[in-house]
């Protein structure tokens, strides 16, 4: 493996935005300066946030630090694994079909939905009454 240089790219997901910073290494990996377990706590998030190296094999090559803020944990975790994602490409283009694959390239759309005035949530309105 050729010496690599820090690799900088984004991910998101909702309102989350995860900045990661790719190196070559010994397998250190923080978010936020902390290891994936502290930051997250829950194991289905580590795992996911995990899944692009352990999916590309590349788990232990690499030091990555990333970057999070905005959103909830479960946002976070998915803007995390976006970047390190992006990050492995950016490196390894034959990474790409694989990732494609797993469907770990697209940033997930889904956005929530405004509340509209005279409901009490985007869609919940009152009961309608008749008499």
Known sequence: M????????TGSRKTAVARAFLSSGKGLFLINNKTPEEYFRRPVLVDMVRQP???TGTAGQYDIRVYVE????SGQAGAVR???SRALIEHNSELH???KKAGLLTRDP???ERK???????RKASQYRKR
């Open 2 to 9: 050729e010496e690599l240089s820090k690799i900088h790219v």
């Open 82 to 84: 976006h970047a390190i």
């Open 116 to 122: 509209k005035y005279g409901l009490k949530r985007a």
């Open 97 to 99: 079909p694989i990732l």
């Open 110 to 112: 889904r956005e929530k």
């Open 53 to 55: 190296l352990v999916i």
């Open 70 to 73: 905005g959103g909830g944990i």
